[in-house]
């Protein structure tokens, strides 16, 4: 297994939960790190990328409540939820890529499944 998500539950609205993805050292040292997501229903949309060296990305809906983080020693990215709203809910993927000259190396690990709701 290259990747591997853990952390979904169920939680209610206003929680917190922590995802965290365990990536092979070959994959994770060059990687950029992304959690995607998907809800019943919808595309899989992104929501959050690390760089190697540390810069990130959040999409819009997530700004002030997500956080993203890396640890470049033990290969693992953490996803900090907080403030979760009920349109959270969906399954969280975990996502490393690198470029190889115009070549896309994307490596995804099975979803993990967060529900928000009282």
């Known amino acids: 297994v290259q990747l591997e998500a853990y952390g979904g539950g169920l939680v209610q609205p206003g929680g917190s939960l922590r995802l965290s993805c365990a990536a092979s050292?070959?994959?994770?040292?060059?990687?950029?790190m992304a959690w995607h997501r998907q809800a019943p229903g919808k595309q899989r949309e992104l929501v959050a990328t690390?760089?190697?060296?540390?810069?990130?990305y959040y999409t819009d809906s997530v700004k002030g409540r997500f956080t993203i983080s890396r640890d470049n020693a033990k290969s693992t990215v953490t996803l900090q939820m907080n403030s979760l709203k009920p349109e959270d809910t969906a399954v969280y993927y975990c996502?490393?890529?690198?470029?190889?000259?115009?070549?896309?190396?994307?490596?995804w690990g099975r979803g993990t499944l967060v529900t928000v709701s009282s």
């Open positions: 996502n490393a890529y690198f470029w190889s000259g115009i070549k896309k190396n994307d490596y």
């Open positions: 050292r070959s994959i994770f040292s060059g990687s950029t």
């Open positions: 690390i760089t190697r060296t540390g810069p990130t």
